[in-house]
């Protein structure tokens, strides 16, 4: 018999041979239960336990890992929601500074051009302001001319000093009365006469003669009413000049009104 054949004798098979010797029991894989019990075939049986316990630690090790698997995506599901609810308020929350700055960007760009206008308003302001500046200063400069005194420069005096003294000239020199200005014209003009050789005498008038609107008035013969009005001409003084048979007479007038 094969010992992987399990088989059981029957018990009453002795009795048909009452002499023959009774065969042990033999009850699993050809083997009887005293072999089974025997020490050397303790091994099998620790190692069929060790194997059972293989198994229930291999059971036991499958399922905590499937319950970690389990609990880590539960864990990983979590952390994914956590993370797109953070990601969402991320995102909305750069939306919002997205729209505030589109805000102050529309807001400033409001401010520029409040602050444009408000520029050109104020260069029209300035240029409005120069050109009245301009127009007064003009205006104070002619008011300023017209209320100097008039003076001989010293190139004036110079150039009439070198022109009239070659000339034999007698002449008179005359001022309006109670015109301060006119008055040290003629002081001037009268050392000048002087300094250049001229016989000269002076008197006052109380009047200018009619619409006399120049600086100087000369009367007297025709050839020295030509050579002192030619001389103080290109002294840059205005001249009136009236031909008589009289003394040569340098009337100073008044200054021309503008």
Known sequence: MTPNHFSISSPTQGALDPGAAVPPLRIMFGHTLPWWRDAPNGLMIVSLCIAAIAA??????????????REIKVHDDAQFEAYKLSVTAQVTAAEQRGI???KAASQAGNTAVTAQATAAQANAKAAEFAAQ???????????????AWRELSADQVAN?????SAQPLTLKVEVVALDPEAIALGTQLLRVFRAAGLMTSSATRRLDPPDLNTDLQIIGRQTEVGIM???LRAAGL???TEHADAELNVLISSKPRP
Do not use: C, I, M
């Open 56 to 69: 229930v630690t291999v059971f036991v090790s499958t399922y905590l890992v499937l319950a970690w698997e």
């Open 160 to 164: 009439l000093t070198k022109t009239l």
């Open 229 to 231: 009005a030619s001389a």
């Open 238 to 240: 205005s001249v009136t």
């Open 133 to 147: 500046a301009a127009a007064a200063n003009l205006e104070t400069e002619r008011l300023r001319k017209q209320l």
């Open 100 to 102: 505030s700055a589109g």
